[in-house]
Nanobody
Framework: QVQLVESGGGSVQAGGSLRLSCSVS????????MGWFRQAPGNEREFVAA????????RYANSVKGRFTISRDNAKNTLYLQMNSLKPEDTALYYC??????????????????WGQGTQVTVSS
């Protein structure tokens, strides 16, 4: 059974950095896409970033492009999200997700089959 477990969330001041991790187990991910999504109170879950596990190609939401970096460590079966220059509007519960890889990296929740439990990121001004 596939399991995704996020860690690394916390509270930080605007301009600061955090690195989220997502430990992946219970499956092979050579043909998978991995993504980060976030959800703030009262808002829908929104796409942040995605990576093709095998090819390493990436995709970002415009709101985080240039500030966030998604990466993976094949040996550790771990997905990362390095977040720099954080803003108060980045405050949300962050989820990692896994799904089948396609010709394009998906930015919609319905393209991902497996989800972690989320880790909270709070950015104060």
């Amino acid at each position: 059974q596939v399991q995704l477990v996020e860690s690394g969330g916390g509270s930080v001041q605007a301009g600061g950095s955090l690195r989220l991790s997502c430990s992946v187990s219970g499956g092979t991910f050579r043909n998978s896409a991995m993504g980060w999504f976030r959800q703030a109170p009262g808002n829908e879950r929104e796409f942040v970033a995605a990576i093709n596990w095998s090819a390493g190609t990436t995709r970002y939401a415009n709101s985080v492009k240039g500030r966030f970096t998604i990466s993976r460590d094949n040996a550790k079966n771990t997905l990362y999200l390095q977040m720099n220059s954080l803003k108060p509007e980045d405050t949300a519960l962050y989820y990692c997700a896994a799904g089948p890889a396609g010709p394009l990296l998906a930015g919609t929740t319905n393209a991902y089959n497996y989800w972690g439990q989320g880790t909270q990121v709070t950015v104060s001004s």
